[in-house]
């Protein structure tokens, strides 16, 4: 967690609107027309519902283009620091907005089939191992039955060489100094892993980037199976 709220503090003093600096104007047209395409497609549950982002930050990408088009925006985030900003950031767009500070590996705030759309925001590639199946399993709790889980998420395998240089085959990781930093799975694996976690996979797309591509899978919760 000390990274993170480092980076935001870092971030909010030197003035700059979100976790991705000065690329934050061009990312967040990247992710607006994303989403455009989304809704466009069907596959967005319609606003009003509620809607969570995972690992909002400050709210400045994701959630806010969300309830820009009428959603009931919540978000998590682990750094107190965004969770402030995120609170003031909706304040000064004279829109509505529920932020707490948390983990995405347990949710307790949020109900059991409590939102309609799930969104992770550039969240799922920062966990690493097992805490991945903790975040998921929370997800499909706090997913109405008929949800959608967008999982916006880093894919590999990593093209660059400094990417390349970086990456850890077996654990499929980008690593730094030794340690894990982010999960660069190529997309069957990614695929593999929302099955496996209880989803159903009900659209995929892939944006190619010279050092890893990117990818956006929307899936949504297997019916569970009942006893006979």
Request: aromatic share 6%; proline share 7%.
């Amino acid at each position: 967690m000390q990274d993170y709220e480092k980076r935001y503090r870092e971030l909010r003093a030197a003035g700059l609107p979100g976790w991705a600096g000065d690329c934050h104007a061009g990312n967040r047209l990247k992710l607006a027309a994303m989403l455009d395409d989304l809704q466009q497609s069907g596959l967005l549950p319609p606003a009003p519902c509620p809607a969570l982002e995972l690992g909002c930050g400050n709210a400045a990408m994701a959630a806010l283009l969300l309830a820009e088009r009428g959603y009931g925006v919540h978000g998590i985030d682990i750094s107190p620091t965004a969770i402030g900003w995120a609170h003031q950031i909706f304040k000064a767009a004279g829109l509505g907005g529920h932020f707490i500070q948390g983990d995405v590996r347990a949710m307790p705030d949020f109900g059991t089939a409590s939102f309609a759309l799930v969104f992770d925001g550039a969240c799922l590639h920062c966990l690493i191992g097992a805490d991945r199946g903790l975040c998921l399993a929370e997800v499909r709790r706090i997913l109405e039955p008929g949800g959608i889980f967008v999982a916006s998420t880093m894919c590999g395998p990593p093209r660059s060489p400094e990417a390349r240089s970086r990456y850890d085959a077996e654990r499929q990781c980008l690593v730094d100094v030794g340690i894990p930093t982010r999960t660069l799975r190529p997309l069957p694996a990614l695929l593999a892993e929302l099955r496996e976690a209880g989803f159903d996979i009900v659209d995929r797309r892939i944006r190619r980037n010279p050092w890893w591509d990117h990818a956006t899978i929307v899936a949504r919760p297997a019916p569970l199976l009942q006893n006979l």
